[in-house]
């Protein structure tokens, strides 16, 4: 029975499917099929049903899926124990924030493309932040401040932000000073998160309101740019914009607090060597290119 056999019959299980195990996969739909009747010929028995809505586990299907995926996981430890810091084989599936990932996190997993030419690397853009476990990731990289959950989280670098607005924003509705002046003026909002303000030693939390939400840290920045209103936005995102006066700091006796980069993953006891790797050449990115990362020394 071949390991690259009971994988993918994993992502069918876990995605729901062959068409989107095969889009995980990265490979051709007609090749899942044929690993799946593969290893159902091996066992003698059924795992999938298939039906209109895609794919379901058979009862003999759940039972074999739970040992399938651990015999995945115990083939990459040994491999790893055999060959501590050997060449990193197989693949590696992370989301990556939309908003900047594609010029500020991209280099990074490039070169540890570059580095490892036996890794497969599938990188997923997106500012939503994914289910890892029911989504097939084996990791994410998150920007902001991190909150509580049961996943694991290594912090690789300092994110630090601002709050902007053009000088035509500010001409017309005038500079807020205060945490206090906020609720006077229109804010550019991702979610529905508060924004978070140092007043000296202390986190002061704010719930601005506004007309105009993205979920995408670019088309904020665009907005304000515009005039629409005060943003909160990394100031890795607007470096170009602070630099040719399009944007404008304000509230700086109240800054934001500095927030975080973080590789998350799911909870274990030990994390994947490719997982630990890309962590690491992350730690390394934000050391050498700390002015890609609009860190002020």
């Given amino acids: 029975m071949d390991i690259e056999d009971i994988r993918t019959f994993v992502e069918v299980a876990d995605a729901g499917g062959v068409s989107p ?51 995945g996981t115990e083939i990459d430890l040994a491999r790893e124990t055999i060959h501590p810091t050997g ?24 070169d540890m493309a570059r580095r490892h030419p036996q890794l497969q690397i599938i990188s997923c853009y997106t500012d939503r932040f994914v289910d890892l476990i029911a989504e097939g990731f084996d990791c994410a990289i998150r920007v902001g401040y991190l909150e509580d959950s049961n996943l694991v989280a290594r912090r690789v670098g300092p994110i630090e ?32 998160e508060p924004w978070r303000l140092m007043d000296d030693e202390k986190v ?14 670019t088309a904020l920045a665009t907005a304000a740019v515009k005039g629409l209103g005060l943003a909160f ?37 030990h994390p994947a060597q490719k997982v630990r790797v890309l962590a690491d050449l992350l730690v390394e990115d934000f050391r050498t290119n700390p002015e890609r990362w609009g860190l002020h020394g």
Avoid: W
């Fill in 21 to 71: 195990a095969a889009r995980r996969l990265g490979v051709s739909k007609s090749i899942v099929s044929r690993r799946l009747a593969r290893i159902e010929a091996d066992l003698g028995v059924q795992l999938l049903a298939r039906t209109t809505r895609g794919a379901a586990l058979t009862e003999a299907g759940v039972t074999f899926r739970e040992h399938a995926a651990r015999i």
């Fill in 87 to 110: 060449e990193l084989r197989g693949r590696l599936r992370v989301s990556v924030p939309l908003s900047f990932g594609p010029t500020h996190f991209a280099p990074a997993l490039a």
């Fill in 161 to 192: 932000g601002s709050f902007v607005a053009s000088p035509d924003y500010i001409r017309e509705r005038g500079a807020p000073k205060t945490p206090d002046d906020l609720a006077g003026h229109d804010a550019l909002l991702q979610g529905t």
């Fill in 204 to 217: 002061v939390r704010v719930h601005p309101q506004g007309r105009f939400k993205a979920d995408n840290g």
């Fill in 233 to 269: 936005l990394p100031d890795c995102l607007i470096h170009a914009e602070l630099a040719s006066g399009a944007l404008v700091r304000v509230m700086t006796d109240y800054p934001p607090p500095t927030a975080g980069a973080y590789v998350i993953r799911p909870p274990g006891p």
